[in-house]
């Protein structure tokens, strides 16, 4: 069985910073890719930040130059540092995790950013 655990989601005001965690822990194999996928209220989740074991790293428009992905591959965890916080950035974020397996999800944390 695998986890991902999410922590640091919030309240922060527009132009703040927040910064996500995820640690992935059980029977997970060779991580290929962690990153995190957001999700807004009556819309589609969409991917904001991946990273590959390769280095690649992609982001999505609406946070580049905003957000920055890292990763401690010796600990299984990626991180998300949001900083120019917008309100349009309010969604359930959700880690996810890659392996030769298949793909797995955190529970989600909450971000809200007002304006």
Known sequence: QVQLVESGGGLAQAGGSLRLSCAASGSIGSINAMGWYRQAPGKQRE??????????????????????????????????????????????????????????WGQGTQVTVSS
């Not at 790293?57 to 946070?63: P, Q, W």
């Not at 401690?72 to 890659?98: G, H, I, R």
């Open 47 to 104: 991917l904001v930040a991946g990273s590959t074991s390769g280095g690649g790293i992609n982001y999505a428009d609406s946070v580049k130059g905003r957000f920055t992905i890292s990763r401690d591959n010796a600990k299984n965890t990626v991180f998300l540092q949001m900083d120019s916080l917008k309100s349009e950035d309010t969604a359930v974020y959700y880690c996810y995790a890659a392996d030769g397996r298949g793909w797995y």
